[in-house]
Protein backbone atom coordinates (compact mmCIF):
# COMPACT_ATOMS: atom_id res chain seq x y z
CA UNK A 1 0.00 0.00 0.00
CA UNK A 2 1.61 3.59 -0.59
CA UNK A 3 1.94 6.17 1.84
CA UNK A 4 -1.04 8.40 1.00
CA UNK A 5 -3.03 5.30 0.86
CA UNK A 6 -2.06 4.31 4.07
CA UNK A 7 -1.88 8.12 5.30
CA UNK A 8 -5.80 8.22 4.90
CA UNK A 9 -5.82 5.15 7.24
CA UNK A 10 -4.21 6.56 10.04
CA UNK A 11 -5.86 9.94 9.63
CA UNK A 12 -9.24 7.97 10.12
CA UNK A 13 -7.90 6.35 13.08
CA UNK A 14 -6.31 9.27 14.72
CA UNK A 15 -9.31 11.67 14.64
CA UNK A 16 -11.95 9.26 14.70
CA UNK A 17 -11.14 6.99 17.87
CA UNK A 18 -14.67 7.21 19.49
CA UNK A 19 -16.17 5.72 16.41
CA UNK A 20 -14.34 3.03 14.97
CA UNK A 21 -14.28 -0.13 16.66
CA UNK A 22 -10.86 -1.22 16.07
CA UNK A 23 -8.07 -0.08 13.60
CA UNK A 24 -7.85 -3.37 12.27
CA UNK A 25 -11.36 -2.73 10.63
CA UNK A 26 -10.16 0.12 8.96
CA UNK A 27 -10.12 -1.03 4.89
CA UNK A 28 -8.96 1.84 1.88
CA UNK A 29 -12.09 1.06 -0.37
CA UNK A 30 -11.25 4.26 -3.01
CA UNK A 31 -8.61 5.80 -3.80
CA UNK A 32 -7.72 8.70 -6.24
CA UNK A 33 -4.72 10.95 -6.92
CA UNK A 34 -4.98 14.17 -9.63
CA UNK A 35 -1.88 16.96 -10.06
CA UNK A 36 -1.20 17.69 -6.21
CA UNK A 37 -4.69 16.06 -4.88
CA UNK A 38 -6.01 12.69 -3.72
CA UNK A 39 -9.07 11.42 -2.03
CA UNK A 40 -9.92 8.53 -0.70
CA UNK A 41 -12.73 6.21 0.94
CA UNK A 42 -12.25 4.33 3.94
CA UNK A 43 -14.77 2.01 5.81
CA UNK A 44 -14.81 0.45 8.91
CA UNK A 45 -15.98 -2.85 8.16
CA UNK A 46 -17.44 -3.93 11.68
CA UNK A 47 -21.25 -3.88 11.56
CA UNK A 48 -22.53 -0.95 11.72
CA UNK A 49 -19.72 0.73 10.32
CA UNK A 50 -19.21 4.28 8.57
CA UNK A 51 -17.73 5.12 5.84
CA UNK A 52 -14.62 8.36 5.88
CA UNK A 53 -13.80 10.07 3.30
CA UNK A 54 -10.36 11.90 3.01
CA UNK A 55 -9.85 14.66 0.93
CA UNK A 56 -6.17 16.25 0.22
CA UNK A 57 -5.95 19.98 -0.48
CA UNK A 58 -2.01 19.69 -2.17
CA UNK A 59 -2.68 23.76 -2.63
CA UNK A 60 -3.66 24.31 0.95
CA UNK A 61 -1.51 20.93 2.76
CA UNK A 62 -4.77 20.84 4.37
CA UNK A 63 -7.02 17.26 4.84
CA UNK A 64 -10.45 17.28 5.64
CA UNK A 65 -12.17 13.91 6.94
CA UNK A 66 -15.99 13.39 5.99
CA UNK A 67 -17.52 10.46 8.23
CA UNK A 68 -20.80 8.84 6.85
CA UNK A 69 -23.55 6.43 8.20
CA UNK A 70 -25.52 4.39 6.33
CA UNK A 71 -29.28 5.05 6.89
CA UNK A 72 -30.95 2.54 4.61
CA UNK A 73 -30.57 -0.08 1.85
CA UNK A 74 -33.03 -0.72 -0.55
CA UNK A 75 -32.94 -3.37 -2.86
CA UNK A 76 -34.15 -2.74 -6.58
CA UNK A 77 -34.71 -5.24 -9.06
CA UNK A 78 -33.98 -5.09 -12.57
Sequence with gaps: MESKERRAIELVYNNFTDYISSGENLKL???CKTLQN???IVAD???GGS??????N????ETYI???DKLKNVKVVD
Design 38 to 40: WKA
Design 58 to 61: GDKA
Design 29 to 31: VWF
Design 51 to 56: LFEVTY
Design 66 to 68: DMY
Design 45 to 47: VSE
